[in-house]
């Protein structure tokens, strides 16, 4: 990837490695998601698969195998449950053990969070119910369903004037349900407030 004047043979090299690992995955259809999505973790960096010590494709690609059973879901949490699911070392019987560990602490973390944004959703409605105008309603939407929201981010999603934005951002600041994150006077994100 990274040789401009060998890269015609470099791609024929990654499109060895990936049919090797897809070949491999195909082989699994047998096992659960779960146990699959893990293989395909591990198996990625020994393919030869994406850049020395990066995580990122390799996780991605088994949080996407490990919610293709059908369940309804896109994505599996990996990352919400700490690091331990995605260590690379040990035998495989540890490997899946910790894998699973991690799936499960997961899974209750991104339980809780949704949990959390549900129950202020209900405090920010019976808080803003004196508000008017459609910009409060999208707003809350907006923090109902992103972690960290800008002013320019505010303003794109709910296609509302910044003047709007920022006087409304100010105003459930006030009210105390979302909080500036940054401590910056520019470029400044929030989020709902515990």
Same mark, same amino acid.
């Given at each position: ?71 309804? $879901?896109?994505?599996?949490? @990996?990352?919400?449950?700490? *690091?331990? &699911? /995605? ?7 540890? =490997? ?67 003047? $709007?934005?920022?006087?409304? @951002?100010?105003?459930?600041? *006030?009210? &105390? /349900? ?7 006077? =520019? ?8």
């Amino acid at each position: 990837r990274r040789d401009p004047e060998n890269i015609e043979d470099s791609a024929e090299r990654l499109k060895d490695r990936a049919g090797g690992w897809l070949e491999v995955m195909t082989a699994s259809t047998d096992l659960h998601p779960i146990t699959r999505a893990c293989m395909g973790f591990h198996l990625w960096s020994l393919a030869g698969l994406g850049q020395h010590g990066d995580q990122i494709e390799s996780a991605d690609t088994a949080s996407r195998i490990a919610a293709s059973d059908g369940s309804g $879901a896109i994505f599996a949490p @990996l990352a919400m449950g700490g *690091a331990g &699911g /995605l260590r690379v070392s040990g035998s495989p019987a540890e =490997r899946l053990a910790r894998w699973l560990d991690g799936m499960n602490s997961a899974i209750l973390t991104a339980m809780r969070t949704l949990d959390d944004i549900e129950a202020w959703t209900g405090r920010a409605e019976n808080v803003m119910a004196q508000l008017s105008g459609r910009t409060p309603v999208a707003l809350r939407e907006t923090f109902s369903q992103w972690p960290l929201v800008s002013a320019p981010m505010a303003e794109a999603v709910t296609g509302a004037s910044r003047a $709007a934005v920022q006087r409304n @951002l100010t105003w459930l600041e *006030a009210s &105390g /349900l979302i909080r500036e994150v940054t401590g910056q006077g =520019r470029y400044r994100m929030w989020c709902i407030a515990d």
